[in-house]
C-alpha cells in the first residue's frame, strides 16, 4: 500500500461521543430497572405507594413486610428513573395516578409489569442464546423462564381483554353472528388459555378449543377456565401448530404466536384444512410495518430485542425453522396465508402493540 492509498486518519467528536456514552449509561439503568420493576410488582410496592402515598421508606417497608434498606434504594432508583415522585422536605415518594395504573391496574392496557416481568426472563435465558447464535440453533418456548412465558401471558392479556370482543372480532366479517348462534372456535398457540376464556366468557353457546405445544402452558389454561366458570365450554389439548384437532371451525385464532413457529406455512394450512368453507382465520401479531426502517423506533426496538431473545429462537428449533421474526410485517404474514392456498387477506384493526389480519378461503 502506498501513501496515498492509506486510509485516512478519523476525526473523532468529542461531545458526539461523551452523548453517547450517557445515553449508554441511560440503558444500563433502563436493564437495571426491569428487575427493578419485577421487584416492585411482586413485593407490592407500587401497589402500596398507589394506595397509601406518598409514604417513606420506612413506612413503605412497613406496609410491604420487607427491609427498609431495600425499600430505601428501591424507592431512589425509581425517583432517579422518573417512576416516582420524590419530596425531599419530607422524604416521602409517590406513584402519580397515571403511572399508578401502567404499574398496578391489571385490567389496563397500558399495564406494564407483564412487558418488564418479559425482559427480566429474556435476559435471565440471554446466556443461552448467546451460545446457540454461534452455531445457529435455537431454543424451545418450553426451555425458557416461566418468568417469559408468565410475562407474556400478563402483558398481553391486558390489550385483549380491551380490544378482543369489543374491537376485533366485530371487525371481522359475519364472525360475531356466528359465536351468537353456537358457532365453533379453535385458539392455536393459546398459551395460558386468556384469548379462549375471553371467547367463551362473551359467547356462551360457541365451542372452544385452544391448543398449545407447552403442556405447562395448557394446565395453567385448563385451571383458568376453571377459575373463570367456562370450563364446561372449553377444551385444551397439547398440540402442536400442524397437529390440533377438529374440523369445520367458524373461527381460528392466533394470537402473537404465528412468528414464533418452526413452521407457520404448515400451520396455515392445517387451519385452511380444519375451517368450515365461510369460516375466519385471525391473525394478531405485534405491530410491524414491511420494511425494517418502518421499525426504527421503541416499540419496533423491544420486539426486535424479543425476537433475538424469545421468538427467533423458538421459531429455530422447530422444523424447518422459518423464523419469520417478530417484526415479520403484514407483507411476510400475508405470503403465509396465500402459500397455505388462502385468498384473502387484510388487515382490520391496530393498537399501539398489535396489528390484526382477517385471512378467508
Known amino acids: 500500500m502506498t501513501i496515498d492509498e492509506q486510509t485516512p486518519p478519523v476525526t473523532i467528536d468529542p461531545d458526539k461521543l461523551m452523548g453517547f456514552v450517557f ?5 444500563v439503568g433502563a436493564t437495571l430497572n426491569s428487575a427493578l420493576v419485577v421487584m416492585g410488582d411482586r413485593l407490592g410496592y407500587y401497589r402500596a405507594l398507589a394506595e397509601h402515598g406518598p409514604l417513606t421508606a ?14 430505601r434504594e428501591w424507592l431512589n432508583a425509581q425517583a432517579a428513573g422518573g417512576y416516582v415522585d420524590y419530596d425531599p422536605a419530607s422524604g416521602t415518594y409517590a406513584l402519580c395516578a397515571e403511572h399508578a395504573i401502567a404499574l398496578t391496574d391489571e385490567s389496563s392496557p397500558a399495564f406494564l409489569p407483564g412487558l418488564f416481568q418479559t425482559a427480566f426472563g429474556s435476559v435471565i435465558d ?34 385483549y381483554l380491551a380490544n378482543l370482543v369489543p374491537n376485533w372480532l366485530p371487525a371481522l366479517d359475519g364472525v360475531v353472528e356466528k359465536l351468537h348462534d353456537g358457532g365453533s372456535v379453535a385458539d392455536i398457540g393459546c398459551g395460558y388459555g386468556a384469548s379462549s376464556v375471553l371467547i367463551a366468557q362473551a359467547f356462551p353457546g360457541a365451542r372452544v378449543v385452544g391448543s398449545d405445544y407447552h403442556e405447562a402452558s395448557i394446565e395453567t389454561a385448563r ?4 377459575e373463570a366458570g ?13 397437529a390440533f384437532t377438529g374440523q369445520d371451525f367458524d373461527l381460528v385464532t392466533t394470537f402473537d404466536a404465528l412468528h414464533d413457529m418452526g413452521d407457520p406455512v404448515g400451520a396455515a394450512r392445517r387451519v385452511f384444512d380444519a375451517l368450515a368453507d365461510d369460516g375466519t ?3 394478531v401479531e405485534p405491530i410491524a410495518g414491511d420494511r425494517v426502517e418502518d421499525n426504527l423506533n421503541p416499540v419496533g426496538r423491544v420486539y426486535y430485542g424479543f425476537s433475538t431473545l424469545l421468538c427467533t429462537p423458538a421459531s429455530l428449533s422447530q422444523s424447518p425453522g422459518l423464523a419469520l421474526g417478530t417484526q415479520a410485517g403484514p407483507a411476510r404474514i400475508r405470503d403465509v396465508t396465500l402459500a397455505a392456498g388462502f385468498s384473502r387477506f387484510s388487515t382490520v384493526a391496530s393498537t399501539p402493540f398489535n396489528n390484526v ?3 378467508r378461503k
Open 23 to 27: 445515553r449508554a449509561v441511560d440503558e
Open 58 to 71: 420506612t413506612r413503605l417497608a412497613e406496609i410491604s413486610s420487607t427491609g427498609d434498606k431495600y425499600a
Open 126 to 159: 440471554a446466556p443461552r442464546i448467546i451460545e446457540l447464535a454461534r452455531s445457529g440453533d435455537g431454543l424451545g418456548w418450553h426451555e425458557h423462564s416461566t418468568e417469559v412465558h408468565d410475562g407474556c401471558e400478563r402483558f398481553f392479556r391486558p390489550g
Open 223 to 226: 385451571r383458568r377456565a376453571a
Open 230 to 242: 367456562v370450563g364446561d365450554r372449553t377444551r385444551f389439548e397439547v398440540a402442536t401448530a400442524t
Open 281 to 283: 382465520w385471525m391473525i
Open 357 to 359: 389480519f382477517e385471512v
